[in-house]
């Protein structure tokens, strides 16, 4: 069957993300969506194995998140937020702030991560000032992070691994660390630490999972060292939880599993249950209070346009009452041992480095790709849509993923992998 004229006609003029124009596969046509399932334009459906870069955690078009979207659009869909204000902005940070540990209870709304995280970095860059501390202007951040595209959050990416690479050298150079895992990288990063101690402003990481890095799993253990680092050097914690916030690893923050508090985190992707597109970048108290002030000038001066959209915040509304359903726990605890009983045959599989599972997160680990393209393809041929990190292939379903459905991509990502040429 042909492509759709509407495809053919657009594709000149559209200029996809992370893509070489010139030699990419083309771009799938999707007309709808459903649980699980996308479907194409001439009539195939593809089981989801990635939930749309891991925002749809309840599945698509969930009727309880449509009807609360069609309902708020008949009312109201978006109003700008400098100077007003709206229900369910307001309903949403009171639930944001009860859900969250802690007192992280200032929401600040965007519409994207990378924004939140941007917003994050500028609360802790004022925050010092506010204080009266000058000269912390920078952030400590580590190997195989990935925090985003917008240039400040380019900075804080792993520099070399990451999708900024060409940029080093080009943007501030922010203190780049190992985290540390054990008692040598601790000490390693201690010692890197206090070597910039007064020109740290914060650290930034991605709790248990540097996600787009390459799905790296660390041990919460990790986390309680570097709220320790970050205490005993007066530096702010922000925990980046875009993709690991809302159940993703079993809980449902990630910080849970550490048992700490951030002094801001960073909420986006499945906030909305990947219907709409919002961020939240949330402070705790004595954060919040260093900008409290009878001085105009101490205030935070951000106001995205489509700051706390009332549709996406709607949609956000409704992804939290089916949270506050339960059945959430249940869903990520099927899906993970589907996941580790699936992909545990990869193990043994030549090209296979690991094989590691958290939570709704199954990764299979390949020494190398030669021609991610033709992988990429080669799980299309399964009825599947998977799309490798470079070497690193990784199912991040719907939590209410059907148990067919899960087998399905568990059952293609073993058969492409079988029969892939390892000689390159
Ligand atoms: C941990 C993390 N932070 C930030 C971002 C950036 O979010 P966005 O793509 O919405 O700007 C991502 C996106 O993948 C992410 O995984």
């Known amino acids: 069957m042909s492509d759709p004229a509407w495809l053919v006609e657009g594709r000149p003029h559209l200029w996809r993300p992370y893509c070489q124009m010139k030699t990419a596969n083309p771009a799938l046509p999707v007309v709808a969506t459903r649980g699980s399932r996308l479907v194409l334009a001439d009539g195939r459906e593809l089981v989801d194995g990635l939930a749309s870069w891991w925002t749809a955690c309840h599945g698509y078009n ?30 949403l940070a009171t639930r944001l702030a009860k859900l969250l540990p802690g007192d992280l209870d200032h929401v600040f709304l965007a519409e994207s991560g990378s924004v939140s995280v941007e917003i994050a970095m500028k609360m802790a860059l004022q925050f010092h000032i506010n204080r009266g501390v000058t000269g912390r202007t920078r952030f400590l951040a580590f190997r195989g992070g990935y925090h985003g595209d917008t240039l400040a959050t380019m900075t804080v990416c792993d520099p070399d691994e990451g999708m900024h690479s060409l940029f080093t050298g080009v943007m501030p150079q922010q203190v780049i660390g190992d985290l540390p895992r054990d008692g040598e990288s601790t000490a390693a990063l201690e010692m890197l630490v206090a070597a910039h101690a007064r020109e740290l402003a914060a650290i930034v990481v991605e709790p248990l999972v540097q996600g787009a890095g390459g799905m790296l799993f660390h041990p919460p253990e990790v986390l309680r060292t570097l709220r320790r680092i970050a205490d005993e050097n007066g530096l702010l914690l922000i925990l980046d939880e875009i993709f690991t916030g809302f159940g993703r690893t079993g809980t449902m923050f990630a910080m849970e599993q550490a048992g700490i508090v951030p002094d801001v985190v960073t909420l986006s992707k499945a906030l909305t249950g990947g219907t709409m597109p919002l961020s939240a970048a949330v402070a705790r108290r004595h954060v919040f209070d260093a900008f409290w002030s009878e001085d105009a000038g101490v205030a935070l001066m951000h106001g995205p346009t489509y700051m706390a959209h009332a549709l996406a915040c709607a949609a956000a509304n409704a992804s939290l009452d089916l949270f506050e359903d339960g059945g959430w726990k249940a869903d990520v605890t099927r899906v993970s041992a589907g996941l580790e009983a699936g992909l545990r045959p990869c193990r043994a599989m030549p090209g296979v480095v690991d094989v590691r599972v958290l939570g709704a997160i199954g990764v299979v ?44 991509l568990t059952a293609a990502v073993r058969a492409v992998l079988s029969v892939r040429d390892h000689s390159g």
Do not use: C
């Open 62 to 91: 969930h009727p309880h998140i449509a009807a609360a979207v069609r309902d708020q659009l008949e009312r109201m869909p978006h109003v700008m937020f400098g100077g007003l204000s709206h229900e369910p902005a307001n309903r």
């Open 365 to 408: 680990e390949l020494e190398r790709v030669d021609d991610l393209e033709a992988l990429r393809k080669a799980f299309l041929a399964h009825g599947v849509w998977v799309r490798p990190l470079g070497r690193v292939v990784y199912l991040t379903p719907s939590f209410t993923i059907p148990d067919g459905d899960l087998a399905a």
